[in-house]
Every structure is written in structure tokens, then in C-alpha cells.
């Protein structure tokens, strides 16, 4: 469980982590202001020849700057992993008018959208305060004062172990602004992951979300066209009346000596003819009331 909350909120482990490391500091530099005091890293550094001591207080600076670059590669790829989630935020409003009758898929992927963007700003913060950040910025190195002390020093022995002093203190002290400088990139990349495995299952939840909306208005869209198919059908139906009405009317009139019979018939022809035209009527209603739902 402990791991699980690590991971969700890294930037809470960052911070317990770094607390930890600034009281070491803070309890190392009092123990520097006491005298003859030497920690054990410091003690080998008296055992060994200064050149190598030089070299190792040059790999802490080297070091340093590594995670330098590391932070501004990191600053790149925060960079293009926020133009892209928000020049894909434009598909996400598209999503309501899809699943309009899902508040709870709605929410959650807005959820996971805000969820994704909070990583990703935060990351990049991270990165910047890995080149930038307050006590970060204090590089351990020799001052015109050491110098200066150094070259006063008459005894060569003695000038030579305070050299070693001096140079392994800083090597402990740039050791640990290089732990927090680590641990940043660190949380920076934890950050980032967690922000693109959520836009991942935003876009998971994207993908579904349009499938089964196209499922869902499949049926309607066949069944609206289904119906429009036998409305014509009945309209060609009507229509072929029409013409047999007519037909029979041009016979019957043609045929029948009496005028008034004549009429008559012509008369019942027209009956059915308007009857059959309210029926097409009827007909064109209902295609436009289903091309309307549409």
C-alpha cells in the first residue's frame, strides 16, 4: 500500500525524501564548525594522495552537471507532452455530445484529462527547479577565502592536509546537493510516466467510448431506413392505383353513351384519386419526420 501511494504521488515521496537529506546538511555543516572533526569519507581522504582526492571532487562536480542535462532533456519532453494533450484536447470535448447520457464515463475521463495535465505541470516544475532551485544552486567549490587560507599556510604538511580537509568536505556536501538533484529528475520521470499512462487510458476510454457509440446509432440509423424503404413502396403502390383509376376512367367515359353515368363514374374516379393523394401526403409526412429524427 505504501508503495502504491509512493507511486500515485510521487512528489510526496520527493519531498520526505529531500527533508531527510537537508538535515543531514544542516547536521554535517555544525559538525564542520567543530574542530578536528572528520567524518569517515573525509578520513580516507586523508589516507589517499591529494591529485586522487582533486579527481574525486571533480567526478561530484561532473556528476552535477549530468543531471543538469538530464533535467533538460526532461524539460523537452514535458514540453511536447503538453502541446500534444492539449492539441488533443479538442477531441475530449467531443466526447459529451457521445456519451450525453453518462455523467459518470464523462467525469472520469475529464477526470483522468485534469489528472494527466497536473502530472505533466508538475514534472515540469521538477525539471526546472532542477536547474534553478534555490539551495540547489549552491555549488560546494573553492572560494577566493579558501584559497587565500590554503596559501598562507606555510607548513607544507599542513597545508596539504587542509587542502585534503577542505576539498573532502566539499565532496560530501556536493554528494548530497547531487542526491536532491537526483531525486528530482527522479520524481521528474515519475511524473511524467504517470501522466502518459493516464492519457493512455484516456485514450483507451476515448476508443470505447466511440465504438460503442457507433454501435448504438447503427440500429437507429437502419430502422429509420428500413421504414423510409416501405413508405416508397407504398407510395409506388398508391401511384400504381393512381394510374389504373385513371385508365379505367378514360374507358368508363369513352365506353358509357350516357353523359350523366359518365360523370358519375368520372366523379368517383376523382374521389379515389384525392384519396390516394392524401395517403401519399401522408406518406411524405412521415419520410420527413424520419429524416428529421435522423
Known amino acids: 500500500m505504501h508503495k502504491l501511494f509512493n507511486t500515485l504521488f510521487p512528489l510526496c515521496n520527493l519531498i520526505k525524501a529531500n527533508k531527510i537529506i537537508n538535515k543531514k546538511i544542516r547536521e554535517f555543516k555544525l559538525d564542520l564548525e567543530t574542530e578536528d572533526f572528520m567524518s569517515e569519507n573525509m578520513g580516507y581522504c586523508q589516507n589517499i594522495d591529494d591529485k586522487l582526492v582533486q579527481i574525486i571532487f571533480d567526478k561530484t562536480i561532473e556528476n552535477r552537471k549530468s543531471l543538469e542535462e538530464k533535467a533538460k532533456t526532461n524539460i523537452l ?41 497536473i502530472y505533466m505541470i508538475i514534472g515540469s516544475i521538477l525539471s526546472l527547479m532542477t536547474l534553478n532551485a534555490g539551495e540547489l544552486k549552491e555549488k560546494y567549490d573553492w572560494s577566493p577565502q579558501d584559497l587565500s587560507y590554503i596559501e598562507s599556510l606555510t607548513d607544507e604538511r599542513i597545508r596539504l592536509r587542509e587542502k585534503k580537509y577542505i576539498l573532502s568536505s566539499y565532496i560530501e556536501l556536493n554528494k548530497f546537493t547531487n542526491f536532491k538533484l537526483n531525486n528530482f529528475a527522479s520524481s521528474t520521470y ?36 428500413s421504414k423510409q424503404n416501405k413508405i416508397m413502396e407504398g407510395i409506388k403502390l398508391n401511384l400504381e392505383k393512381i ?31 384525392l384519396e390516394d393523394m392524401a395517403v401519399i401526403n401522408e406518406k411524405l409526412d412521415k419520410i420527413i419526420k424520419a429524416s428529421e429524427d435522423k
Open 190 to 225: 515519475e511524473h511524467i510516466r504517470n501522466s502518459l499512462i493516464t492519457f493512455f487510458l484516456i485514450g483507451v476510454s476515448i476508443t470505447l467510448v466511440f465504438i460503442f457509440s457507433n454501435k448504438e446509432s447503427k440500429d437507429p440509423v437502419h430502422d429509420s431506413l
Open 243 to 273: 394510374n389504373v383509376n385513371i385508365v379505367e376512367s378514360g374507358k368508363a367515359i369513352n365506353s358509357e353513351i350516357d353523359m350523366n353515368n359518365s360523370q358519375k363514374i368520372l366523379l368517383e374516379n376523382q374521389e379515389k384519386l
Open 77 to 117: 519532453i514535458v514540453t511536447v507532452a503538453i502541446t500534444v494533450i492539449l492539441g488533443l484536447s479538442s477531441l475530449l470535448f467531443s466526447i459529451p455530445e457521445k456519451v450525453s447520457n453518462n455523467v459518470f464515463l464523462i467525469f472520469l475521463i475529464g477526470f483522468l484529462f485534469l489528472l494527466s495535465l
